[in-house]
């Protein structure tokens, strides 16, 4: 054969398979706009509300003379219409937004299974490949890998410095390559390292595939964030955000179970300890996920590589996220480029949603595996049991979680629910810093401890909406918060949790107790901050502000696409004026 007839069949043979394999989608956007133009259906390429009835622009004016004092604490404030004929009492039981178009409940949909659903998985699986190290190490491996003193804590140190190390990276990887084969190469990767695990032989050996893990873990916790906000809207994100941590949840609950069911029935199959099966385990699930992630993992609007969406859900899904004002990404400035970095450290809100970030990422007692080991200590479990009760905190995290981004969504308020997710974080690590309580008292402020990573989705849903005019900024600041506050654990659970004063970690709880409030006080004050920059927005969502207090006029009401950028052009002008 020669290779003209070579890349002659080669050629066919992408032809016959390129149907069922994802491949960048390329539609025409102007059938769709005189698709729904013909059909009297909203009009998606204005940026502001349209009446569907008489498709007519549709503003709210409004003086701000009236404002109340508590206005201040309304997230939404210049989100939303406040006139009660505009006005939408979402009820908290309605998974859809009652002005979502049918068109966009179908997309929704769509996205929730391959976005939210798969992620979910995903996160699952990663989750059990994290915390099997600390169910590890009280079944078995301790003893048999010979860790003392802070191996513990310094083999969760190394997994996290691979992690943090490599995130670096995924600023530029994330915006540049298709998600659907950044993060299933990765995940591969990620799999068999961790499968390597049990041939591990000693203490350095295991610290080195876990560096590994980490590394190839880098990679996905920003890349879903990034996803996410590339598809919801702003007051669809945290919901789905909520989804998606379950799996983390349910990846410590089910890591538990499989170590405690490899335990039992497999210690001393072919000669292997029940610990080292469990990575096997572990294995054998994360690989065929990984690999079904190439379908699953749709790319962004802009760059869509699903086959599982049509023409039209793509079209659709552009058009939802420029009504809502969201950029949708494009190549804008390079990188590397002095612009990009310029704007970007010049902007309050990226420095305050990483700072928050960093709170985030130091207010919980989970990983520590301080409730393993108090559970250890007590010496009144078998090791089958101690691992079964450590899926009792999980369960409860789930619960938490759905709490708090039900709050976030259904209240439209982001900033009070990481309030009230802390205020009962801080009520259960007060309690163990104190120690000295009943039993049951201890039982109790563990089952709060998961409260601490509830709000987790919250914070980056919130970034992502503010940070929303701009794709590249967005993938960075989300990169940033996961990259720089999980790089100060690596130091903080070094000095604060200590493996050699377990269970009492003293330190580690008061350490915590302190973040939580330090937390509490930084989101109160990033509320005003975020409304003031919103207000400069609020003629995106239709909303058309004065305050006859200061002797303003009410502003004319734009009737056309032209008298809505004339209107953008001179608010635009009086807001230069007074800053000068």
């Known amino acids: ?54 498709n007519e622009l549709v503003y709210e004016v409004r003086d701000e003379a009236n404002r109340k004092w508590w206005s201040l604490f309304d997230e939404y ?45 995903m996160y699952w699986v990663k989750y059990l490949d994290q915390s099997n190290l600390n169910n590890a190490y009280v079944s078995g491996m301790k003893e048999d890998l010979g860790m003392k003193g802070n191996d513990l804590v310094n083999t969760q140190v190394v997994y996290t410095v691979g992690s943090v190390v490599f995130q670096i990276p995924m600023m530029y990887l994330i915006h540049r390559y298709p998600s659907n084969i950044l993060l299933p190469s990765m ?83 072919h000669g292997l300890d029940g610990w080292r099966w469990m990575y096997i385990v572990d294995a054998i699930i994360t690989l065929p996920v990984a690999v079904l992630g190439v379908y699953m993992l749709p790319g962004v609007p802009k760059q869509c590589y699903s086959l599982f969406l049509t023409d039209e859900d793509i079209f659709v899904a552009r058009e939802r996220l420029r009504k809502a004002n969201i950029a949708l990404e494009t190549e804008g400035p390079q990188f590397f480029s002095w612009t990009l970095w310029k704007d970007l450290l010049w902007n309050w809100k990226y420095y305050a949603y990483v700072i928050l970030g960093i709170w985030a990422w130091n207010n919980s007692n989970g990983s520590s595996g301080a409730y393993l080991l ?26 938490w979680i759905y709490l708090t981004s039900a709050i976030a969504d259904h209240a439209r308020s982001r900033w009070g629910a990481i309030i009230f997710s802390q205020v009962f974080n801080l009520v259960g690590n007060i309690m163990l810093a104190v120690w000295y309580i009943p039993k049951g008292a201890t039982w109790f402020a563990f089952c709060l401890q998961y409260f601490g990573w509830a709000s987790s989705s919250v ?51 008061s350490f915590t107790c302190t973040v939580i409030v330090v937390m509490m006080i930084w989101t109160t004050l990033m509320l005003p901050f975020y409304k003031k920059d919103e207000r400069k927005h609020a003629h995106e969502q239709g909303i058309l502000l004065y305050n006859s207090a200061k002797g303003e006029t009410p502003p004319s009401v734009p009737q056309t696409l032209s008298d809505e950028e004339d209107y953008v052009q001179e608010h635009f002008v009086i807001e230069e004026e007074k800053k000068i």
């Not at 009660?84 to 039981?93: F, T």
């Not at 309605?94 to 979910?120: A, M, T, V, Y």
């Not at 250890?376 to 409860?396: F, G």
């Open 187 to 269: 995940d591969i990767a990620w799999g068999l390292f961790t499968l390597a695990i049990y041939r591990s032989t000693s203490v350095g050996m295991l610290q080195a595939l876990r560096f590994f893990v980490g590394v190839f873990e880098s990679a996905f916790y920003p890349t879903i964030h990034y996803l996410y906000g590339s598809w919801y809207k702003p007051a669809e994100y945290t919901r789905r955000g909520g989804i998606y941590y379950f799996g983390q949840m349910l990846g410590l609950l089910t890591s538990g179970l499989i170590t405690a069911s490899c335990y039992e029935n497999l210690t001393g199959v």
């Open 459 to 509: 914070i980056y849903s919130w970034a992502a909406d503010a940070m929303r005019h701009n794709p590249q900024q967005r993938a960075i600041t989300v990169v940033s918060i996961n990259m720089i506050g999980q790089a100060t654990t690596a130091f903080t659970s070094v000095l604060v949790w200590k493996t050699v004063e377990a269970p009492r970690y003293l330190k580690g709880y």
């Open 1 to 54: 054969m020669t290779f003209e007839n070579f890349k002659s069949k080669f050629r066919n043979f992408q032809q016959k398979i390129h149907p069922y394999v994802p491949h960048l989608r390329e539609i025409d956007e102007q059938y769709f706009i005189d698709k729904f133009s013909s059909k009297e259906k909203t009009n998606n390429r204005e940026q502001f509300t349209v009446n569907q009835e008489k």
């Open 77 to 121: 404030e210049y989100k939303e219409h406040r006139d009660k004929e505009r006005k939408v009492n979402h009820k908290w039981y309605h998974w859809f937004d009652e002005n979502d178009s049918p068109e966009e409940r179908r997309l929704i949909i769509k996205l929730d299974i391959l976005l939210c659903f798969f992620s979910f998985v």
């Open 374 to 399: 108090w559970l250890k200590s007590l010496k009144e479990y078998s090791v089958p049991m101690i691992n079964k009760y450590s899926t009792i905190t999980p369960a409860l995290g789930i619960i």
